[in-house]
């Protein structure tokens, strides 16, 4: 059974819109969630995060909403730039261990 | 990212055995290997906590891992298959915050013939 699922495999905006990407989980333990960023040729790097004890976290373009009673979170990237294309992963982890769950990614293309 | 140095970059095997080398230079003390294949996300392969290997996953006996220090990782392949075709990524963490931020390396792209 997969822990975390994200809704699209592919997304494809315009420059200055916002994308959205929509990520859902199984496991109410889960209690961290975070969102790596993956370019061609190189390996993932955390983006940004959220806790379960939050609804909301904001980083500039980037921001996360999180519904602990719906187990589903969307990470919205605002004005999308031709430099935000690359695959995103929605991640989850609890405090039971130190095993992180990866989503299948969701490759955004932004258009110019 | 030079934090995490893997090398080789690129690798193209028949059915040969050849080791893939990381060295972090973060002072971590959690070190990873992962296995990408195309489209796909990190799946994880071993764990090692201070050079423990702490969970080994259901990888291939013929996919060793070792760690002389800690913060060294290699990973010994013996007679690859072409499942075994994917990048592996080395990634390294703290390990009372591994499930709060892990570092990747740049990746090993091994292509089996």
């Known amino acids: 059974q997969q822990q975390v699922r994200q809704s699209s495999q592919s997304l494809t905006v315009w420059e200055g819109e916002t994308a959205i990407l929509n990520c859902s989980y199984e496991?109410?333990?889960?209690?961290?969630f975070p969102w790596y960023q993956q370019f061609p040729g190189e390996g993932p790097a955390l983006l940004i995060a959220i806790r379960s004890v939050s609804d909301k976290k904001e980083d500039g373009r980037f921001t996360i909403f999180f519904n602990k009673r719906e187990k589903n979170l969307s990470l919205h990237i605002k004005d999308s730039q031709p430099g935000d294309s690359a695959t995103y992963f929605c991640?989850?982890?609890?405090?039971?261990?130190?095993?992180?769950?990866f989503g299948d990614g969701t490759q955004l293309v932004v258009k110019p | 990212n030079t934090k995490i140095t893997q090398s080789p970059r690129y690798l193209i095997l028949g059915r040969a055995n050849k080791s893939l080398e990381c060295e972090q230079h973060?002072?971590?003390?959690?070190m990873y290997w992962y296995k990408q294949s195309a489209e796909k996300p990190p799946e994880l392969m071993f764990l090692y906590n201070l050079k423990q290997l702490i969970r080994n996953e259901t990888v291939p006996s013929r996919f060793i891992p070792e760690c002389p220090d800690s913060s060294k990782l290699l990973l010994h392949i013996s007679a690859v298959d072409p499942e075994d075709s994917a990048v592996y990524f080395c990634a390294s963490s703290q390990w009372d915050r591994a499930n709060e931020r892990l570092f990747f390396g740049h990746g090993t792209k091994l292509s089996v013939l």
């Open positions: 496991n109410s333990a889960f209690d961290y």
């Open positions: 973060l002072g971590h003390n959690a």
């Open positions: 991640a989850a982890s609890g405090n039971s261990n130190n095993r992180i769950f």
